[in-house]
C-alpha cells in the first residue's frame, strides 16, 4: 500500500495550490481519501474527505469555501485545491486512506488506516 503526495511548496498569502495523493497497492474506489494537515506543535488536524466511489465530500468549516477535494479514479488519485491561502494554512499535508463513511468522523486522524509521507507547504506574506 502506497500514498504520495506531492505540489506542496512556498506560496505567498492569497494564492494557491493543488496538492495531489497518488494511492497503490488497494482497491481505490472501496475508500475514503483524507487530507490532513500537521503544523509544528500542534495535533494533526482533518481538513477533508472524499469518498472515492462516487465523489461524495466532507469539509472541516474553517477551509470550506476556499479547499476543494477532487479526485480522479481512473488515476487514482485525489486532488486537494487550496486558494485563499494564510500564514496559518502553512504546515506539512498528509493524505490516508479509510473504509469509514466521509462526514464529521473521517476527519478523525484514527479512522484511517493508511497514510502518506506528507508534502510541505509554506506560506509566505
Known amino acids: 500500500v502506497q500514498l504520495v503526495e506531492s505540489g506542496g511548496g512556498l506560496v505567498q498569502t492569497g494564492g494557491s495550490l493543488r496538492l495531489s495523493c497518488a494511492a497503490s497497492?488497494?482497491?481505490?474506489?472501496?475508500?475514503?481519501i483524507g487530507w490532513f494537515r500537521q503544523a509544528p506543535g500542534k495535533e494533526r488536524e482533518g481538513l477533508s474527505c472524499?469518498?472515492?466511489?462516487?465523489?461524495?465530500?466532507y469539509y472541516k468549516d474553517t477551509v470550506k469555501g476556499r479547499f476543494t477535494v477532487s479526485k480522479d479514479n481512473a488515476k487514482n488519485t485525489v486532488y486537494l485545491q487550496m486558494d485563499s491561502l494564510k500564514a496559518e494554512d502553512a504546515a506539512v499535508y498528509y493524505c490516508?486512506?479509510?473504509?469509514?463513511?466521509?462526514?464529521?468522523?473521517?476527519?478523525?486522524?484514527?479512522?484511517?488506516?493508511?497514510w502518506g509521507h506528507g508534502t510541505q507547504v509554506t506560506v509566505s506574506s
Open positions: 490516508a486512506a479509510s473504509r469509514a463513511w466521509p462526514g464529521p468522523t473521517t476527519l478523525n486522524r484514527y479512522e484511517y488506516e493508511y
Open positions: 497497492g488497494f482497491s481505490f474506489d472501496e475508500y475514503t
Open positions: 472524499i469518498r472515492t466511489r462516487d465523489g461524495i465530500s
